[in-house]
């Protein structure tokens, strides 16, 4: 590659001060939030329109320079890591919402909106975005996309792929794609929830069209205090199985739950082993017979406090320590590595113990939060990386507690992404007739092998040499993987 001769075109493609190449400027661009993880970009670009993002991508085809999109750069999996010799393609300067559209309760927004913008700018109407990750005041509606994003309130209204009804794709061959729409449902293969969760592999995302929900009328949030982290994990099981669908239902342990009470003051009782937050919502009658029964599921299943909030400013102090769970761990411990696994409800107390034991074997820490009631589970493991070996310590402990979710019918994520840093545990997931069906996948969208190359999809090479994976014949079908 001609450095110069690419930086001239890339130049001439962005306004001035949109190309950095500086290394002091670049910095911020070397990781994303899985920050155990570096690597200095080649230059970053920062297209404003999406003619030049079909620009920047044309001179890349032309001169084989790998491509990493990035949103806001809070993705917890490494999936925006640059690639040695590779541009970082920012979104952020596409940041406007295009359209909002009261009668069919849609926005069409570009991707460098925040997730959070989105309810605040239809919230005089009663609207508001479903999906809300812990990240919502700083991450993309584009990083949703690519990572299929969850949050708190998904259990009863879905992932970013139950909510993003349209999008608009840009291929690296310069093909645009539009897929979806405001329509109910579309003829054809499902490429709209296949471009979800896709980690900027396929294409780069220009545009999305996200369904907008109306607020219910009331809401009640309950606090559960449990003497045993296994009476709470029983209790999620217990109230999903009555039939009672929360529009939130997250668990705490008591480090966890610690944490984030000396951080944000929630009002959590530090004396519990676990706690749950159950977000009940509906017309009022609805919503305050579901108080009561889950009141008394809870109690049923050990629980020896319930707070119940009612009023806006109880129900969100409640859930500001939740959302500030990540923050407040971080204030206990030098450094901490969050995993995200997703397994049956069912097998969560059997999870939990063996979490505890491997936490016990390694001798790291864990800190147990996540959103119990989707079995989406998000381990804190506290480690110094100032102490030799202790990373690798870390990583190692969250692979066995990902492989611990595949083997009890569970998957190695549920809303970070694969990125770079679960490539290993997808070996334990995906066998290699499965692991080249979605390499052909990818070679459909991006034969050039240009998008976020080395990311999401472990190669057959890595897969053998982990775990003895077994390759007919001996060759693999897809050989040019270790290209980059």
Known sequence: MNESKVLQELQRALPTGRLITEPA???????????????????VALPGTEDEVREV?????????PVVPRGAGTGLSGGARPVQGGLVLGLSKLNQILEVDVDNCTARVQPGVRNLAISEAVAEHG?????DPSSQLACSIGGNVAENSGGVHCLKYG?????????????????VLELGGKGLDYPGYDLLALLCGSEGMLGVVTEVTVRLLPEAPQKVVL???FSTLESAAGAVSRIIGEGVTPAGLELMDQLTLRAAEDFAGAGYPKDAAAILLCELDGDATEARALQRYAVRLFEEEGAYDVQQAESAEQRERLWAGRKAAFPAVGRIAPDYY???????RASLVEVLRGISELSERYGLVVGNVFHAGDGNLHPLILYDANQEGQIELAEG????????????????????GVGVEKLTPMCAQFNAAELAQFERVKEAFDPARLMNPGKAIPTLTRCAEYGGMHV???ELPFPNLDRF
């Not at 991508?57 to 320079?65: N, P, T, Y």
């Not at 609207?127 to 999906?131: D, E, G, K």
């Not at 969050?338 to 049956?344: A, N, R, S, V, Y």
């Open 472 to 474: 007919h014949g001996g």
């Open 159 to 175: 992932l970013t792929v139950h909510n993003v009804i349209g999008l608009k794709v840009r291929t690296i061959e310069g093909d």
């Open 338 to 344: 969050c995993m995200d696994g997703t397994i049956p």
């Open 223 to 225: 606090l559960a205090a």
């Open 57 to 65: 991508l044309a001179v890349c085809l032309e001169h084989e320079v």
């Open 397 to 416: 402990l969250g692979r066995e507690i990902l492989e611990l979710c595949v083997g009890v019918g569970g998957t190695v994520t549920g809303e970070h």
């Open 127 to 131: 609207l508001y975005y479903a999906p």
């Open 25 to 43: 400027a670049m910095r911020p661009y070397e990781t994303d939030g899985l920050t155990a993880i570096r690597e200095m970009p080649w230059a």
